[in-house]
């Protein structure tokens, strides 16, 4: 880490200022324009969702047949 002296400059950050009137007001016609035409559109009607699907109880035999999944044996615990 350095340490500021007394003999050096300070450090001065510009000023930011906004932008020029003219640029703001273009941008307010702009979201004006784009506000005006997003609340023209049309929602759209919701798709109902499909039904839930009814699953049965496994049997032995599926169960069986069916390979352990790699890390189902993994007990991790932070």
């Known amino acids: 880490?350095?340490?500021i002296g007394?003999?050096?400059?300070?450090?001065v950050?510009?000023?930011q200022t906004g932008a020029a009137p003219g640029a703001?007001?273009?941008q307010?016609?702009?979201f004006r324009t784009a506000m005006a035409a997003a609340q023209t559109i049309q929602p759209i009607a919701p798709v109902p969702a499909p039904a839930p699907q009814v699953r049965t109880a496994?049997?032995?035999e599926a169960e069986q047949i069916r390979p352990t999944r790699p890390g189902a044996l993994l007990?991790?615990?932070v």
């Open 75 to 77: 007990d991790i615990r």
């Open 6 to 11: 007394p003999g050096f400059a300070p450090v």
């Open 28 to 30: 307010a016609a702009f």
């Open 13 to 15: 950050t510009p000023v």
């Open 1 to 3: 880490m350095t340490a």
């Open 24 to 26: 703001r007001a273009a």
């Open 58 to 60: 496994p049997t032995d």
